[in-house]
């Protein structure tokens, strides 16, 4: 078990450049988040598959961003045209029976 | 609405000055209230899951413990390792509600 894994840690893009970001969550854990994490702020709630369906997304998630999870194993979170707003940790989570969450080390996102 | 509210939102102690950290909630329907620690720049760790009114769990220096209410995170005898923020959470639906964290610093 080498826990969830996220990759890249680091990213600095300019502003109308599109990102992507992968997860890679504990191995038999069926359900997969992704949430964001500003500075100051505990993390919110984005999206949430169990095996391939994104079974819920937030209000927060706007139609620039995109998730999923093709496979039922790694996830993929997709902004386009980000926007300097966009600049915050992103953070994954894996959970076996839907209780218990283990997160990743996130990755840092930063728009100029 | 289904809210968490952490105080304080810091808070320094000496090494060896035992404390506590409160949640309070509100949330219908309570399936879990979780406490993690948080390293600046790192994803948060799990440290503990209260299913119900009077649940304790402890693990070394933190003892968690749950009421209707709230939950408190008791820390006796703080080392400067145990320098974090610390996160709650409850369990809305299949998503985590998180508060915004109390940063505990510990000096020796």
């Known amino acids: 078990d080498t826990g969830v894994s996220q990759n890249p840690r680091h990213k600095i893009t300019k502003r109308g450049q599109n990102v992507t970001f992968r997860c890679d969550p504990i191995?038999?854990?069926?359900?997969l988040y992704w949430y964001r994490q500003t500075l100051g702020q505990g993390p919110e709630f984005l999206t949430y598959?169990?095996?391939?369906?994104?079974?819920?997304k937030s209000r927060l998630l706007s139609d620039r961003f995109s998730a999923e999870r093709p496979k039922g194993s790694f996830s993929t979170l997709e902004i386009q045209r980000t926007e300097q707003g966009d600049s915050a940790m992103y953070l994954c989570?894996?959970?076996?029976?839907?209780?218990?969450?283990?997160f990743g080390p996130g990755t840092r996102l930063t728009v100029l | 609405e289904d809210q968490v509210t952490q105080s304080p939102e810091a808070l320094r102690l000496q090494e060896g000055e035992s404390s506590s950290l409160n949640c309070s909630y509100t949330?219908?329907?309570?399936?879990?209230l979780f406490w993690y620690r948080q390293d600046p720049g790192k994803g948060p760790e799990f440290l503990f899951t209260?299913?119900?009114a009077g649940e304790e769990k402890e693990k070394e220096r933190l003892k968690a413990t749950l009421t209707k209410k709230e939950s408190f995170l008791h820390i006796t005898a703080p080392k400067p390792e145990d320098s974090a923020t610390y996160l709650c959470?409850?369990?809305?639906?299949?998503?985590?509600?998180f508060g915004a964290g109390t940063i505990l610093r510990v000096k020796s």
């Open positions: 989570a894996s959970s076996p029976h839907g209780d218990t969450q283990y």
């Open positions: 191995s038999e854990h069926n359900r």
């Open positions: 598959f169990q095996n391939e369906a994104q079974l819920e």
């Open positions: 949330v219908s329907g309570l399936r879990g």
């Open positions: 209260l299913y119900s």
């Open positions: 959470a409850v369990q809305a639906g299949d998503k985590l509600v």
